[in-house]
């Protein structure tokens, strides 16, 4: 009963306290303005859009080497991974057996130049004789058949030496192209096959300078620069891609852009039905060697000519799930939503290709703190440029092509001429 009344006068000031902390003056949030933001006019260039595929690099020339005769290697006159020349020495095969033969072949055709030459001292002796009756009919068709007979074993034997020459020089194995060679895979001492059954491989060699790059361009890429070249040069549509000289830049897998362009100049004859693509060739120069056979690179083609576009930085671009915005403040001062087109990239810039027009002020930071139709508070700044058009890019027929503003300058001109 006693902790009862004890406890009782404390719950009845706690009551009383919080009664007098309600009833007190309520605590006012700060009040903020429009959030900063910086704007800056949207602006219009020229630019290019461009198509990356990837690509792989292969040697224009390919070469695996064989020996064509058999016999046991004697030397190995080249450094693993070296450049060779057309002509420089690789291999030796023991050439003893192939030279006794050759050496045969050439005493065998000795011996039957002096058969010849024997076969035709009697055949003029015997000529002289019958007509005198000295030497029978008989006996002179003999001598006419034995030194036609000594003549064609000469040219046997000539053809004999020319096929053991051959075969002599075969155990001497040079480079058939320029290139890079490969390791050697069989050493000094070891039995080279040749032949068409199991012949050994000895060594491979690739082309250094130029080299191929193949990639596949999908069949819409293709129908438009079909379309394209049909509107620009009112060429066939199935024409060679080599005619049309198509620059590509080549850029590494490290994100290096390799300083020589390429140039297209093959295509395949028929579109791959699994994967709707085409294969294309670019030939690339190589000086430095570089590009090694089986690198992965991107390839850059140009889809089309230069033209004027509405460019604003990509940080400006909002998402609203499938669809995209931008902020612009209005002449009272008022974020306005505006929804756009995007188009390609251009360095940090993006190309907007509707909902959007030169000159307006696109909110480019803050757009985090901005909410539709209400003020913003605006420092103003300008746009950054996009990345300057590479001309070796386009193709002849888009470089010789004015922009709007020249065209436009152009037909002002005309009449103060006249």
Request: with cysteine; aromatic share 6%; glycine share 6%.
């Amino acid at each position: 009963m006693t902790k009862s009344r004890t406890l009782f006068p404390c719950f009845i000031f706690a009551i009383l306290a919080v009664t007098l902390v309600g009833c007190g003056r309520r605590r006012e949030l700060p009040k903020t303005g429009p959030p900063p933001v910086t704007v800056a006019p949207a602006i219009k260039r020229q630019v290019v859009d461009f198509d990356e595929y990837t690509g792989h690099v292969e040697a224009v020339s390919s070469v695996d080497v064989y020996a064509k005769v058999s016999g046991y290697l004697d030397k190995v006159a080249f450094e693993d991974g070296a450049l060779v020349k057309t002509g420089q020495l690789l291999y030796l095969i023991d050439k003893r057996t192939y030279q006794a033969e050759y050496d045969q072949a050439v005493s065998e055709q000795k011996l039957y130049e002096a058969q010849e030459k024997l076969a035709n001292v009697t055949l003029a002796r015997n000529e002289k004789l019958v007509g005198k009756g000295a030497v029978s009919q008989e006996a002179f068709d003999e001598a006419v058949a034995s030194a036609a007979e000594a003549t064609a074993q000469v040219q046997a034997s000539q053809s004999d030496i020319a096929a053991k020459k051959v075969n002599l020089d075969y155990c001497t194995i040079n480079s058939p192209i320029d290139g890079r060679i490969d390791r050697t895979y069989v050493t000094i001492g070891n039995l080279i096959q040749s032949g068409v059954g199991n012949p050994t491989l000895l060594t491979t060699i690739v082309s250094v300078d130029p080299v191929y790059i193949y990639f596949d361009v999908d069949e819409l890429a293709l129908l438009k620069y079909i379309e394209q070249s049909v509107e620009d040069k009112d060429q066939r549509a199935d024409g060679s891609l080599k005619e049309r000289k198509i620059p590509v830049e080549i850029s590494l897998a490290d994100g290096t852009i390799y300083p020589h362009l390429g140039l297209v100049d093959f295509g395949s004859n028929e579109v791959n039905a699994a994967t709707g693509t085409l294969t294309v060739r670019a030939v690339v120069p190589n000086p430095q060697g570089t590009l090694r056979p089986g690198l992965f690179t991107r390839v850059k083609v140009a889809a089309g000519p230069p033209y004027e576009a509405v460019l604003v930085p990509q940080r400006a671009i909002g998402a609203n799930q499938s669809n995209r915005f931008v902020y612009v403040m209005d002449d009272k001062g008022n974020a306005i939503v505006k929804p756009v087109t995007l188009g390609s990239k251009q360095g940090p810039l993006q190309v907007v290709k509707t909902g959007l027009n030169e000159g307006e002020q696109v909110i480019v930071n803050g757009t985090l703190l901005v909410r539709p139709d209400k003020p913003v508070k605006a420092e103003h700044t300008t746009m950054p440029e996009p990345p300057p058009i590479d001309k070796n890019l386009l193709r002849n027929e888009d470089q010789e092509k004015p922009s709007a503003d020249e065209t436009k300058a152009e037909v002002e001109e005309k009449p103060k001429q006249s």
